[in-house]
T-cell receptor, first 117, second 113 residues
Framework: SQQGEEDPQALSIQEGENATMNCSYK?????LQWYRQNSGRGLVHLIL?????REKHSGRLRVTLDTSKKSSSLLITASRAADTASYFC?????????????????FGKGTKLSVIP | DVKVTQSSRYLVKRTGEKVFLECVQD?????MFWYRQDPGLGLRLIYF???????EKGDIPEGYSVSREKKERFSLILESASTNQTSMYLC????????????FGQGTRLTVV
């Protein structure tokens, strides 16, 4: 079953505003990752936060992780029209069957962000 | 540049046909994944492989099989295509172990008529 669940499903903001997307998950994780997908294309990795980290920054991106609440948020500051895309969280949990080192990467349904120029 | 290449961007097949979707990566990654993406359902894991000839079922393996004869190539097989398998199929690869990012191919939009 899908691990992550993003919220909101869709978000529309003006250029220059900040965009916040949330992700909730169900079970213990090794890390949580955020990906971006432009329409009809493959996904591109944005940032990874480990389960023992609380906050991480990368350029205009800020990710937080609260393992007690099983939730994460992605903040994009000073948004641009080019940030228009779908954003997915993905959780990385050990595979039960194949032993140490094998991990399933499970995605949520995504948040569709529209940044209006 | 690292690359995951899927053999087709668009594919149209008839119901009942056997369909092969090919994925090749040039990064020497151990893990490879096949997902399908449908509107409102996000990405769902079909199968993944952590080594040559090794495979594990994901969340929705029914109607699919996979083959990994070489490390760089992971094939998804639809034994008898059905209209409910019309979807976007995404292949990805990553290094062995946790805390590694996945690299995605450009996707194959499959239509079964």
């Amino acid at each position: 079953s899908q691990q992550g669940e993003e919220d909101p499903q869709a978000l529309s903001i003006q250029e220059g505003e900040n965009a916040t997307m949330n992700c909730s998950y169900k079970t213990s994780i090794n890390n949580l990752q955020w990906y971006r997908q432009n329409s009809g294309r493959g996904l591109v990795h944005l940032i990874l936060i480990r389960s023992n980290e609380r906050e991480k920054h990368s350029g205009r991106l800020r990710v937080t992780l609260d393992t007690s609440k099983k939730s994460s948020s992605l903040l994009i500051t000073a948004s641009r029209a080019a940030d228009t895309a779908s954003y997915f969280c993905a959780t990385d949990a050990s595979s039960q069957d194949s032993g140490a080192g094998s991990y399933q990467l499970t995605f949520g349904k995504g948040t569709k962000l529209s940044v209006i120029p | 540049d690292v690359k995951v290449t899927q053999s087709s961007r668009y594919l149209v097949k008839r119901t009942g046909e056997k369909v092969f979707l090919e994925c090749v990566q040039d990064m020497d990654h151990e893990n490879m994944f096949w997902y399908r993406q449908d509107p409102g359902l996000g990405l769902r894991l079909i199968y993944f492989s952590y080594d040559v000839k090794m495979k594990e079922k994901g969340d929705i393996p029914e109607g699919y099989s996979v083959s990994r004869e070489k490390k760089e190539r992971f094939s998804l097989i639809l034994e008898s295509a059905s209209t409910n398998q019309t979807s976007m199929y995404l292949c990805a690869s990553s290094l062995w172990g946790s805390h590694t990012e996945a690299f995605f191919g450009q996707g194959t939009r499959l239509t079964v008529v």
